[in-house]
């Protein structure tokens, strides 16, 4: 609402009630903590405060105030000075800082030209080894960063080294497996035994989705690599495009795809689609199908083929061309369409046509 005096935001629920007047300069929702109640950072007439249920849980006596989701506390800053207040708005560290910088594990406080570490609960530490930890999915394993050159290494709960190798940057894989930085160019170490898995001269490793494969290259994806769960090299693709299904991983390429379960295996095509009627083959570079018993019903004579959609029509590229065939293995349409996707989408003789303003099924015949 714009006032005399600028504009002032209020609260309301979901049915229009209204819960705060509108006299706030800005209002923030707390959304990472897991209470009924509501809480909300709310700056009036220019001094922060914190609201619980439209009521006055921290006074409006701040500069500034900020939650940390990771250790459920405020960081709170009066005139230029910071401290560290709790749920019992009790001070953990007194508004006498220059800046704190707050992760997981550790406070970094700067006073004037002296640099000090605490812990979450306010314990000074210390000859402290590290600035940062924070635990990973791997149990008694943490990420730090070291204070003496700020770079990055894999520690126990006692704070022993497992992984050295001075990186700029560490990020979990999944399991024992951690990605490693090195400027520009990353690997792949094991925390079990400290073993480079991957040297760091790849431009690029990422997990996909919160699966155990990995996708690795290093110059550009001419040549990406994928590895499982065991961290061996399943297969390598060029310029691949990955699609997520309900149970499993598809990776295309020009002339091949590649399937993968969710535990990181690489399968066939036969079990990633297993309730198809007919299944895809391979045979002196030629596609065609077979059923659930082996029989071929479409014989290898195209140059690219997909597997059934949803609706039970699987596409068939000869010469450029692409056709249709049923789940019987019916060729519906002789190859006819001259499409630029390797994996297009058919509706009985209907393809499937992608706009910027939505997707329709069509027979037009480009050209």
């Known amino acids: 609402m714009k006032t005399q005096n600028g504009y002032r935001y209020g609260y309301i629920d979901l049915a229009g009630k209204q819960l705060l007047a509108p006299e706030y300069n800005d ?21 922060a405060g914190v609201l619980k249920d439209e009521k006055i849980f921290i006074e409006h006596n701040y500069q500034a105030i900020e939650y ?20 019992d708005k009790k001070l953990i560290l007194p508004i006498e800082y220059d800046d704190l910088i ?13 640099q000090m570490v605490f812990d979450t609960k306010g314990n000074k530490i210390e000859n402290p080894k590290f600035m940062y930890k924070t635990q990973t999915e791997e149990p008694n394993v943490w990420i730090a960063q070291k204070i003496t050159d700020a770079t990055y290494c894999i520690i126990d709960e006692e704070e022993n ?47 996909i989705m919160d699966y155990p494969l990995l996708e690795v290259y290093k110059e550009d994806e001419s040549s990406v690599e994928y590895y499982g769960k065991d961290m061996e090299k399943l297969v390598t693709a060029s310029y691949p495009l990955v ?3 309900d149970n499993f991983i598809q990776v295309y390429e020009d002339n091949n795809t590649y399937y993968f379960d969710f535990e990181g295996n690489m399968i066939r095509n ?21 059923n659930k018993e082996g029989k071929i019903v479409v014989p290898a004579i195209y140059d690219r083929v997909t597997e059934l959609n949803q609706f039970g029509y699987a596409g068939i ?42 997707s329709f099924y069509t027979d037009l015949i480009e050209g």
Not at 28 to 47: F, P, V
Not at 73 to 86: A, E, W
Not at 161 to 177: C, K, M, P, T
Not at 270 to 276: C, L
């Open 317 to 358: 590229k000869k010469d450029g061309k692409w056709g249709v065939i049923s789940q019987n293995g019916e060729v519906i349409l002789e190859p006819l369409y001259e499409l630029q996707s390797n994996r297009p989408e058919f509706l009985n003789i209907y393809y499937k046509q992608e706009t910027e303003f939505g």
């Open 161 to 207: 080294i497992l992984v050295e190798g001075n990186y700029s940057y560490i990020d979990d894989a999944f399991g024992q497996y951690f990605i490693v930085y090195q400027g520009e160019k990353c690997g792949l170490v094991s925390c079990q035994d400290g073993k480079v898995i991957l040297d760091p001269v790849y431009n690029h490793i990422q997990k």
């Open 102 to 114: 707050i992760n997981p594990s550790y406070i970094l406080a700067q006073q004037g030209y002296k």
């Open 270 to 290: 036969e079990q990633a689609y297993k309730n198809n009627p007919i299944i895809s083959i391979k045979q002196d570079g030629k596609y065609g199908f077979k």
């Open 68 to 87: 940390d989701a990771n250790n459920h506390f405020f960081k709170v800053t009066q005139g230029t000075k910071t401290g560290v207040m709790d749920f």
């Open 27 to 47: 209002l923030y929702r707390i959304t990472e903590i897991d209470e009924q109640a509501r809480y909300l950072i709310a700056y009036k007439n220019g001094q």
């Open 243 to 245: 699609e997520t299904k």
